[in-house]
């Protein structure tokens, strides 16, 4: 018998690699289309390069911004990034992209 203790991680993990894929590409299009988002997105220097993770090897994701200011998703995260955004655990991403805590209650808690 498979224990709900032991299938929780695995559903979290896969919730997060999710969330991650989706805002990564939500964020690439935003900075193409979304007239905030470009205003942001300008400020940063061309070849700057951000990413989100979850400590220490989860789901991730890398983006740079292009020449024309736009966000591009990276496959080959060879470049370190000038600026990361790490969870320290699954569980601290989980309960972000879960809503079940706001991004800023989850800074506060020190949980990134």
Do not use: C, W
């Amino acid at each position: 018998m498979i224990s709900s203790k032991s299938i929780k991680p695995a559903l979290e993990q896969a919730y997060v690699k999710l969330m991650m894929d989706v805002i990564g590409r939500g964020l690439v299009m935003a900075s193409q289309v979304d007239e905030e988002i470009k205003q942001e997105v300008a400020k940063f220097p061309s070849n700057f390069v951000l990413s989100m993770k979850v400590f220490p090897n989860g789901p991730a994701f890398v983006a740079k911004v292009t020449a024309d200011h736009q966000l591009e998703l990276l496959q080959n995260t060879a470049q370190k990034p000038d600026l990361t955004i790490t969870f320290k655990h699954l569980n601290h991403a989980f309960l972000v992209f879960s809503f079940q805590e706001s991004t800023a209650q989850a800074f506060a808690h020190d949980r990134m």
